[in-house]
């Protein structure tokens, strides 16, 4: 299937706040004015150290959480204003689905596998037991799990075989963009692949959107049409997996991409990160979140937020280096 450009989801301006402290008088941003775009049948990566919001904007998109501010749009519709206890029991829910990255915790575990999968069906889709029965039995063929194990209960299954549960609970009620957190990242090596080429041909099969979730830049890379790095909360470079890979704009994304071993590369080619990021309580909103640990940083960069500006087909930066110093 060919990815269209159609927007799936478009968000605008969103940010989640916690409020934190003794008094709850200070705020925690942990997702800050952040806009993006996933587009039909679309495979977005979000990327970023830990800590920096990924989960939380991945929880606010999914509408598991209420954003504090902020637009989400979902084919034509705005659902960022409905409350995410509503937004659960629509029928919108459907439309968006969640893989979580623990399989063992987002089991629950007195369901067998049969029972994990029949539940979100028998609420979102409906139908009679016979076209539910079928339903799992497909899901458990989608996801490559011989269907006598509709019958175990998750401590009977391994990691792998967990996460296909996962995928077939959220894939059986077809959405249209499935959230992924972190999928793979309870799981061993050899298991990560075959379920990251599952997921690749999951989502080629149906033309669903996917967000993905990661920190590890060399499985985006490849399961992504588009990357958007994150830091302290901030979109800080969103583009064509290929330009934002080969060509990162942001020192920031060049850093990520500089983390990951080459053996063919010097080590003092790289742009190495110093020190952990700032704190996102209060954080500083006329200045660069990356100000302070940035190998690059021009004056600007203390006084005056960059904000996510095009620089070429589709790619986004906020940089003031990489948009010429000026604010
Ligand atoms: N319910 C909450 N109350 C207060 N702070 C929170 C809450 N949930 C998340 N945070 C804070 O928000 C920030 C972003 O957390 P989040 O879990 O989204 O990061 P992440 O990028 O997913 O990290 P990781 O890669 O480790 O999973 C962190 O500083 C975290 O402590
Ligand atoms: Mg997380």
Redesign the pocket.
Known sequence: MTVSHTPLMKVRGLSKR?P?GTLRRKM?H?VDEVDLTIGEGECLGLV?E???????LARVLARLVDPTVGEIELSGVEIGKIPARNFGASSLRRDIQVVFQDPTESLNPGFTVFQAIADPLRRLVGGSKEDISAMVLAALDDVGLPREYGSRYPHQLSGGQKARVGIARAIAVKPKLLVLD?PTSALDVSVQSLILHLLAKLQKQRGMSYLFVS?DLNVVRLLCDKIAVMYLGRIVEFGPSKSVFHEPRHPYTRALIDAIPDPERRSDDRTKLEGSASS?IDPDQNACRFAGRCPVELPICTTAMPPLTSHGVGSLVACHRATGGNP
């Not at 830990?50 to 939380?56: F, L, N, R, W």
């Open positions: 916690f934190v925690l942990a970023g830990s800590g920096c919001g990924k989960s939380t972190e920190h996102p």
